[in-house]
T-cell receptor
Framework: AQSVTQLGSHVSVSEGALVLLRCNYS??????LFWYVQYPNQGLQLLLK??????LVKGINGFEAEFKKSETSFHLTKPSAHMSDAAEYFC????????????????FGQGTILTVHP | DAGITQSPRYKITETGRQVTLMCHQT?????MFWYRQDLGHGLRLIYY???????DKGEVPDGYVVSRSKTENFPLTLESATRSQTSVYFC?????????FGSGTQLSVL
């Protein structure tokens, strides 16, 4: 069974500061890993995903994440926060051996709400 | 317009009533999914479908029924709504190695 833990349900940063959202996973086999973002009253959209050998993954809007197998982590970072980054962020994991559902049959973390102060 | 649309956007119903949430996508994606979002739980998979007439249970399927007679539609039915089914429901389709989500249906069961 797979599981995802996001450390911190709320994170608050100042505009221009580093954003760090933490995600740890549990999986019996090397998984696929995803970060999705949800803006108020909208569906989720993909920020980035890890599916192959490249452990540092770059996504949209200046976000990146590093897969660390030894730490079973996939933390999301952005060097400089912008007001428009305020949203809820979800880390998710899937079974890379699940065939056609490897990108859609996801186990999500509880979410982290990011607040950006002026 | 191309995309994935859900209806209704908001729904209030009473316990014991049948409710159907609609989902329509225009990309002809094979895989479609229903998730529910609850505070403290993130999103949990209810049902998914690999193609027309092929559906399978997810993590929390009890109390729900799905059908997929056409590739573009994937309705979710609550046969006898309970208060514990008050939630935000998201439909998604899979394409380009990612999920495309609808805007959600906020369901309240009184």
């Amino acid at each position: 069974a797979q599981s995802v833990t996001q450390l911190g349900s709320h994170v608050s940063v100042s505009e221009g500061a580093l954003v760090l959202l933490r995600c740890n996973y549990s999986s019996s086999v090397p998984p696929y890993l995803f970060w999705y973002v949800q803006y108020p009253n909208q569906g989720l959209q993909l920020l980035l995903k890890y599916t192959s050998a490249a452990t540092l993954v770059k996504g949209i809007n200046g976000f990146e994440a590093e897969f660390k197998k030894s730490e079973t982590s996939f933390h999301l970072t952005k060097p400089s926060a912008h007001m428009s980054d305020a949203a809820e962020y979800f880390c998710a994991v899937s079974d890379r051996n699940a065939g056609g559902t490897s990108y859609g049959k996801l186990t999500f973390g509880q979410g982290t709400i990011l607040t950006v102060h002026p | 317009d191309a995309g994935i649309t859900q209806s209704p956007r908001y729904k209030i119903t009473e316990t014991g009533r049948q409710v159907t949430l609609m989902c329509h996508q225009t990309w002809s994606h094979s895989y479609m999914f229903w998730y529910r979002q609850d505070l403290g739980h993130g999103l949990r998979l209810i049902y998914y479908s690999a193609a027309a007439d092929i559906t399978d249970k997810g993590e929390v399927p009890d109390g729900y029924v799905v059908s997929r007679s056409k590739t573009e539609n994937f309705p979710l039915t609550l046969e006898s709504a309970t208060r514990s089914q008050t939630s935000v429901y998201f439909c998604a389709s899979q394409g380009n190695e990612k999920l495309f989500f609808g805007s959600g249906t906020q369901l309240s069961v009184l």
